[in-house]
């Protein structure tokens, strides 16, 4: 069964009353197993669970220290290319906007690279937006195979690509591959993705598994959440994870939490999720996957982030710049795709970790 | 429980109890420890026969609407099961075989790595193939991908009747494979299987602990209703003991 | 003429695999045979005839875990 045939299953499920049905005695029910269904998912991400945080928090706390021990990966993002041939009404790249679109050149690929060691960082996340033609095959193939010179790790959040095209990228170096679905709802998904590639909905769900398919190590998945009602929204995220968990042994699943955020072109979102939300959301998926990692960009604030550290959280970007390059100074300034709260160097971010009695990791693995 | 049947390839049984017919003091005991135990499928073996010896033919005390599941016992390669298997086809002891290929002469492991080579090859020829192994997922999960209509992962050696030793590993067999899976092996007493079924094991496969028991129809009675005692238990879906509440200090209070 | 059974070699004057059987004074009726690595049908064993070289195993179900 596909995930699609899996969600659709759910298209007459009536969420609203399920959620409203939920009682203390079943989310106390849920907190006692050790194996959570599908059903427990669900209270757990419901209104009554808000009341049983704590719990949760202690839980998934445990399981944590448990699955992972006290380290925290990390990474850094770079982005490659801002340009992009889809219109979607949540994200600072979108083409309607009228931002300062830049590519970066081999030579300045590098240059990054250069700076970015300097931080210590041996992960790097690369980003596109989507356009093939500004930013082909080639382009993406050559850009990893220069900073797999650099990186013990690569990975890539660029346009969905086909199996086949993974494996060559793979080839280069990428082991990586994070992808979201912005949102599992299809009306909606539909309403804010106007124009583009992106507005094929089968084709992006999809793409997570064409990732695993492909043999990279990494696939991490998500929803943005602000588009879609959130308690489904995370419902199906988690399910999207396990999907792939229980099909792709061999491949290390995690998922990321995405909030809309201010860059992202006045845009307001349908649906707020505070930061009760989020970490109900957090440790549910905690709770629900014990194995899967979680990743925290610098979307989230410093304070908030820190706090993450002890619910759930397993991998944390930092030192991030969400312009194009943005490391080494070019004087050449792009358009962001969101804003960062989280402004720590990776040098505070190590001392700020380290103090809270985590290690932090930089290098997990090579690629051979 | 009529609702819950256990489907393994092309057949529904009522029954989760297999036995096998190995060990008896006596052929004699077989037809009645099938009645009482109500087992529905029985293991054979194939063997070379003894010219000095009266020939007694197993098949003989098995009624005829027992499901015969022909294995493997004495291949030492994929090889020599896949022959076997084909010859107990032939013979007309249907489509089932439990692949057993045991080169490990001191404790009787199962040898994996031959069990998947003949699976793969044994399923591409339309039997029902039943792989006997030790405990492992990434073996399970090639012998999905391979054809295998359910997994035997084995609770403890065989004949030790240790109980479920692998326990933790068939727990993440049973969470993590798509087949039914049938605990061999080492299951002694009637409170091993029950344990096997709370586990969400879909059934077991019980013989020595039958077969050389004093009286092995109340012996297979006996375990039948361990099984359906713990079969019931698992679908009535126990809650597990909780852990008392750790005094930790909170994690969660700056949110209010 | 020498045929192997079993594994090993004899030798055997018989013609028919039947006449092989009921020789060494086995029930057919809980035999198995295979001969030069295929199965012989029991309507066939009268009429297969034994030649130098042959390899037989004969076979039965028994007691087995």
Known sequence: ???????????????????????????????????????????LLSETGEKYLEEMAQKASELTVQYFGRTIQLFIPLYLSNYCTNNCIYCGFSVKNSIKRRKLTLKEIEREACEITKTGMRHILILTGEAIEVTPLSYLKDAVTLLSKYFSSVSIEILPLEIKQYKTLKKAGVDGLTIYQEVYDRKIYEKVHLSGNKKDYDFRINTPENGALSGLRMINVGTLFGLGEKRKEAFFTALHAKYLRDKYIDTEISISLPRINSAEGDFKPFCNVNDMNFVQFLMAFRLFLPRVGITISTREGADFRDRLLFLGATRFSAGSKTEVGGYALSGAESGTQFDIHDNRSVDEIISTIKSKGFQPVFKDWDVF | MSSDLFKLGEKTFKSRLLTGTG??????????????????????????????????????????????LPNTSGARTAGEAVRIARIAREAGCGNFVKIEVITDMKYLMPDNHETLMATEILAKEGFIVLPYILPDLVTAKKLEDAGACAIMPLGSAIGSNRGIKTKEIIEILIENCTMPIIIDAGIGRPSHAAEAMEMGADAVLVNTAIASAKDPESMGKAFS?????GRMAYLSDMGRQGKSASASSPLTGFLR | MIITVNGKTESTSSNTILDYITGKKIKPESLVVEYNFSILKKGLWSTTFLKENDILELLSFVGGG
Do not use: G, W
Request: charged share 30%; glycine share 0%.
């Open chain 1, 1 to 43: 069964m596909s995930f699609l045939e899996i969600i659709d299953q759910f298209e007459n499920f009536n969420f609203k009353e399920y959620f409203n049905s939920v009682s203390k005695k079943d989310i106390e029910e849920t907190l006692r197993k050790n194996r959570l269904s599908h059903y427990d998912l669900l209270n």
């Open chain 2, 225 to 229: 209703l361990a099984v359906c005692a």
């Open chain 2, 23 to 68: 060990k008896f003091a006596s052929k004699s005991f077989i037809p009645k420890m099938l009645k009482s135990s109500k087992s529905e499928i029985i293991t054979i073996a194939l063997r070379r026969i003894d010219f000095n010896s009266k020939t007694e033919n197993i098949i003989d005390f098995i009624p005829d609407d027992i499901t015969l």
